[in-house]
């Protein structure tokens, strides 16, 4: 019996071609075993969004070899992307395949001819080559039973200061429509009821003058079998006077949107190379909010990028306050080689990135509870997905369309199913209970 194992890092991307990959070795004929476990193949796909990434890429292909020093190991995704581009050898990588990005499908061939042989081909791509097609990968039986992410978009024009993917994931690739919508169609022929777009700059999706996302997200709406439609981040450019008015009237559409800030402070997002105004940001907050009643946004910030002030810091935690956000992410900066940032003067000592950061954690729970706090005594309803233990209480759990989520205790089993309820009282700081339901 072949054995495979599989390691994921990084983004919801990565997980998505992670287990597409999977999806290829199990046709192959491998049983896929837990990472923990000796195996005849480990593939790590790795992440370099910051140097610690790329340490624990480094340190899971390490760990690999050690499980079982015979194994084949496969080095895949943007830090073997990059690292490779620098004239990293594949033996340094310790690793005996490796594959970058935009060459996943290519995983079992090269298996293949490194058995046969044991001769290997570096297969990686050319980040600069702007003509570049679209990687088809497809999947349908996500790990996940209930809502399933579909990347629909690779790469990133935007080439932020601080960021590395632009030069591992390449120039914006966009998925054809028929491809997607096949995809979504399996999904919901499978039991999906929840559909999750994802790409590295989803915002990006499309080919001028023909399609746009807010296109394909009219699309799913139409079939019949999804329940709900989420996106996954976006960029605050997006929220137009047209985009707005167009996704309120998709009938599936959760209205939780995820726009990237990192700064509201505009001389901080103009050093960051970021494309909008503070201003800009929160005029596309106030529009997702007139078409919308109460729509979870939430978003990413950095704290302590490069030459930040006390008083920059000061405006990007007003402009927080503002615009009260369902949930912040809050990322210290951390100097990326290989980006303009990284060599910028006014780098920010680690004590003081520390204290910004606690700041903004302590302000976005907060501004967390306080949303979650208005739904209280109102009907959601609730797709449920899993079974949970919280104070030795037994419940099901499961989000609400904003992704709040919910705890239900019932003895029926409600995995995969949607339910309505009223919404009573914590269970925990960021769990609510659900007094009383009935099924969709």
Avoid at 26 to 34: F, K, M, R, S
Avoid at 196 to 211: A, D, F
Avoid at 226 to 231: D, T
Avoid at 264 to 283: I, P, Q, V
Wanted: charged share 30%.
């Amino acid at each position: 019996m072949k054995k495979a194992a599989l390691h994921n890092l990084g983004c919801k991307v990565n997980a998505y071609e992670t287990e597409a990959m999977e999806q290829m070795l199990i046709e192959d004929g491998y049983t896929i075993v837990p990472f923990t476990e000796e195996a005849d193949v480990y593939v790590i796909n790795t992440c370099s969004v910051t140097n610690i990434a790329d340490k624990k890429s480094r340190q899971m292909i390490h760990r690999a070899k050690r499980k079982n020093p015979n194994a084949i190991v496969i080095g895949a995704g943007c830090y073997i992307q990059t690292a490779t581009i620098a004239g990293v050898s594949p033996e340094e990588l310790s690793c005996d395949i490796v594959i970058g990005n935009n060459q996943k499908h290519r995983l079992i061939p090269e298996l293949h001819q490194f058995i046969q042989d044991h001769r290997m081909d570096v297969a990686l791509f050319d980040i600069n080559d702007g003509v570049c097609d679209y990687e088809e990968l497809t999947l349908f039986s996500p790990k996940e039973h209930t809502r399933a992410f579909v990347k629909i978009q690779d790469g990133c024009n935007q080439f932020c200061s601080y960021c590395i993917i632009p030069f591992a994931r390449g120039r914006v690739r966009s998925r054809k429509p028929e491809s997607i919508m096949e995809e979504v169609r399996n999904l919901a022929k499978n039991g999906y009821k929840e559909i999750v777009l994802t790409g590295i700059h989803l915002t990006s999706y499309g080919i001028p003058g023909e399609i746009e996302l807010i296109d394909i997200v009219e699309m799913i709406d139409e079939v019949e079998e999804i329940e709900r439609i989420r996106l996954s981040s976006l960029e605050p450019q997006v929220c137009t006077e047209e985009f707005c008015q167009r996704i309120a009237k998709v009938k599936k559409i959760c209205p939780h949107f995820h726009l990237s800030l990192q700064s509201g402070c505009d001389a901080t997002l103009k050093r960051m190379n970021r494309k909008y105004s503070a201003l800009a940001y929160k005029e596309g907050c106030q529009r997702l909010r007139k078409v919308f009643d109460h729509p979870a946004i939430t978003t990413d910030v950095i704290v302590g990028f490069p030459q930040e002030s006390e008083e920059e810091f000061a405006l990007c935690k007003s402009f927080l306050e503002d615009i009260r956000f369902y949930e912040m992410h809050v990322f210290k900066y951390s100097r990326r080689h290989g980006t303009k940032a990284a060599s910028m003067e006014g780098q920010i000592s680690e004590s003081k990135k520390t204290k910004r950061s606690e700041e903004l954690i302590a302000l976005g729970k907060e501004m967390s509870r306080e949303y979650r706090e208005y739904f209280l005594g109102k009907q959601v309803s609730v797709l449920v997905e899993e079974q949970m233990e919280i104070d030795g209480v037994t419940y099901w759990t499961g989000f609400t369309k904003e992704y709040i989520r919910v705890a239900i205790s019932s003895e029926k089993n409600l995995a995969n199913q949607i339910v309505v309820g009223e919404l009573k009282e914590f269970v925990t700081d960021e769990v609510i209970g659900m007094d009383s339901l009935q099924l969709s």
